[in-house]
C-alpha cells in the first residue's frame, strides 16, 4: 500500500510541475531549457508542435509531400531549434513568445526542402533528406534564415492591418474557410488577397 501511494504522489508531483511549466512564458522555459531542462524543452514542443503541423501541411505542395513529410519538417525545426537553444543562440524579449521565430524556421526548411526537391526531379536517384539538410553550412543557413525573416516581415508589415491578420493566419495553418469565419469575409475575398500576398513575397525573395 505504502509503495502505491508513493507511486501516486510522484504522479501527482509530476502532474502539478507540468502544469506549472505551461504557465510558464516563454521567456523562463528558455532560460530553464540552456540550464538543461528536459521539461521546458517538452513543454514547449507540446506548446508549439500542433501548430506547425499544419503550417507544414498547408505549406508543404502535394508534389512535395511525395519526398518532403511535413511531420519531418516539424521534427527538423525542433532539432534545430533545440540545439541552438541550448547554446544561448537565441533571446526571448520580455512578454515575446518563440511562435515567428519556429514559423521563420519552418518556411526556411520547407524552401530548402523544395529546392532539393525540383533539382531531385533531374535524377531521380536523389532523394531529400532533412536530416542531411539539418546540419548543413550554419553560416549559410543562419544568413538564409535571418533574410527570410526580413523579408516575410516587410512584406507582412506593408500590408493593411486586415490584411496582414489574414495571411498570418494562414501561415499558421488555418483553412480559407476558417479564415473567412473568424473575420467574416468571403472566401473568394481571402483568396485574392492570399494570393496577392503570395506574389509579393515570391517578387522579393526572387529580387
Same mark, same amino acid.
Given at each position: 500500500?505504502?509503495?502505491?501511494?508513493?507511486?501516486?504522489?510522484?504522479?501527482?508531483?509530476?502532474?502539478?510541475?507540468?502544469?506549472?511549466?505551461?504557465?510558464?512564458? /516563454?521567456?523562463?522555459?528558455?532560460?530553464?531549457?540552456?540550464?538543461?531542462?528536459?521539461?521546458?524543452?517538452?513543454?514547449?514542443?507540446?506548446?508549439?508542435?500542433?501548430?506547425?503541423?499544419?503550417?507544414?501541411?498547408?505549406?508543404?505542395?502535394?508534389?512535395?509531400?511525395?519526398?518532403? /513529410?511535413?511531420?519531418?519538417?516539424?521534427?527538423?525545426?525542433?532539432?534545430?531549434?533545440?540545439?541552438?537553444?541550448?547554446?544561448?543562440?537565441?533571446?526571448?524579449?520580455?512578454?515575446?513568445?518563440?511562435?515567428?521565430?519556429?514559423?521563420?524556421?519552418?518556411?526556411?526548411?520547407?524552401?530548402?526542402?523544395?529546392?532539393?526537391? =525540383?533539382? @531531385?526531379?533531374? /535524377?531521380?536517384?536523389?532523394?531529400? @533528406?532533412?536530416?542531411?539538410?539539418?546540419?548543413?553550412?550554419?553560416?549559410?543557413?543562419?544568413?538564409?534564415?535571418?533574410?527570410?525573416?526580413?523579408?516575410?516581415?516587410?512584406?507582412?508589415?506593408?500590408?493593411?492591418? /486586415?490584411?496582414?491578420?489574414?495571411?498570418?493566419?494562414?501561415?499558421?495553418?488555418?483553412?480559407?474557410?476558417?479564415?473567412?469565419?473568424?473575420?467574416?469575409?468571403?472566401?473568394?475575398?481571402?483568396?485574392?488577397?492570399?494570393?496577392?500576398? =503570395?506574389?509579393?513575397?515570391?517578387?522579393?525573395?526572387?529580387?
Amino acid at each position: 500500500m505504502r509503495n502505491k501511494e508513493t507511486v501516486g504522489n510522484n504522479e501527482d508531483l509530476e502532474r502539478l510541475n507540468r502544469e506549472k511549466l505551461a504557465e510558464l512564458t /516563454d521567456r523562463s522555459l528558455m532560460r530553464r531549457l540552456r540550464e538543461g531542462s528536459d521539461d521546458a524543452a517538452t513543454t514547449l514542443y507540446l506548446r508549439y508542435a500542433q501548430r506547425l503541423r499544419r503550417l507544414a501541411n498547408a505549406q508543404v505542395s502535394p508534389h512535395m509531400a511525395l519526398r518532403v /513529410d511535413p511531420e519531418g519538417v516539424v521534427q527538423s525545426v525542433f532539432r534545430t531549434f533545440f540545439r541552438r537553444a541550448s547554446s544561448g543562440q537565441y533571446e526571448v524579449a520580455e512578454k515575446e513568445d518563440l511562435w515567428k521565430l519556429l514559423l521563420v524556421m519552418s518556411l526556411n526548411k520547407i524552401r530548402t526542402a523544395g529546392t532539393h526537391h =525540383r533539382a @531531385s526531379k533531374r /535524377d531521380q536517384g536523389k532523394t531529400c @533528406s532533412l536530416s542531411n539538410i539539418d546540419d548543413g553550412n550554419a553560416a549559410e543557413n543562419e544568413e538564409a534564415f535571418h533574410v527570410l525573416k526580413l523579408t516575410i516581415e516587410e512584406v507582412v508589415g506593408n500590408l493593411p492591418e /486586415d490584411q496582414r491578420n489574414i495571411v498570418w493566419l494562414r501561415i499558421e495553418g488555418h483553412e480559407v474557410s476558417e479564415i473567412a469565419e473568424k473575420t467574416g469575409r468571403a472566401k473568394r475575398s481571402i483568396e485574392r488577397i492570399l494570393q496577392a500576398f =503570395r506574389q509579393k513575397l515570391n517578387d522579393q525573395i526572387v529580387e
